[in-house]
């Protein structure tokens, strides 16, 4: 098994220009996550998907837009990228129920993404 | 609302000797509190994770962590550290409760000095 894969590793974008980043899991979850890494700081989520066809915002949306294609796939948009955005950002899925406690979330290698 | 305080950003100590990274929380509803562990330039993997079954949770590679509602605090510890031990530590809430929240600390850096 795979597990949760990302594309591109790596990526480098002048402002203004738009790109998305693609996620897949292969372990049938029905959650997945997208969050960005900040030096210095924690995980921070920007947007999930609870279930297939399911999207909600999570702590700093601003600037983003996500499709769950399918059950397998979660992409995240940059429409115009600021330098803000230069971070890397992590894709994650879970089992998830929906309601009360959280399961283990099991993360990608993570895209690490420069704005100029 | 949720929080999390990982109270030190850095932590060194010997090879061999134990570990205590410290983990403080708060949450309106009853979260899951989780550990993760991150090696330079990779992901995140979890290490344990609490969901009110037991106040001691044990986890992979030794670590483990225990659960003190009275203390709100969720510290995760070793016995004795390996050089591989050394990585980032982050502390998570997350819960499910009106949508999904889930807040991670700041991190906790590790060395391991030979």
């Known amino acids: 098994n795979a597990g949760v894969t990302q594309t591109p590793k790596f990526q480098v974008l002048k402002t203004g220009q738009s790109m998305t980043l693609q996620c897949a899991q292969d372990?049938?979850?029905?959650?997945m996550y997208w969050y960005r890494q900040d030096p210095g700081m924690g995980l921070r989520l920007i947007y999930y998907?609870?279930?297939?066809?399911?999207?909600d915002k999570g702590e700093v949306p601003n600037g983003y837009n996500v499709s769950r294609l399918n059950k397998r796939e979660f992409s995240l948009r940059l429409e115009s990228a600021a330098p803000s955005q230069t971070s890397v950002y992590f894709c994650?899925?879970?089992?998830?129920?929906?309601?009360?406690?959280?399961?283990?979330?099991?993360f990608g290698p993570g895209t690490r993404l420069t704005v100029l | 609302a949720q929080s999390v305080t990982q109270l030190d950003s850095h932590v060194s100590v010997s090879e061999g000797t134990p570990v205590l990274l410290r983990c403080n929380y708060s949450?309106?509803?009853?979260?899951?509190l989780f550990w993760y562990v991150q090696h330079p330039n990779k992901g995140l993997q979890l290490l344990l994770k609490?969901?009110?079954?037991a106040t001691l949770v044990k986890g992979i590679n030794g670590f483990e962590a225990e659960f003190k509602k009275s203390e709100t605090s969720f510290h995760l510890t070793k016995p004795s550290a390996h050089m591989s031990d050394a990585a980032e530590y982050f502390c998570?809430?997350?819960?499910w409760g009106g949508g999904f929240k889930t807040i991670f600390g700041a991190g906790t850096r590790l060395f391991v000095k030979a």
């Open positions: 949450s309106s509803y009853s979260p899951s």
């Open positions: 372990m049938n979850h029905n959650s």
């Open positions: 609490y969901t009110s079954a």
């Open positions: 998570v809430v997350s819960e």
């Open positions: 994650a899925s879970s089992l998830e129920g929906g309601t009360g406690g959280a399961d283990t979330q099991y």
């Open positions: 998907s609870a279930s297939e066809g399911t999207t």
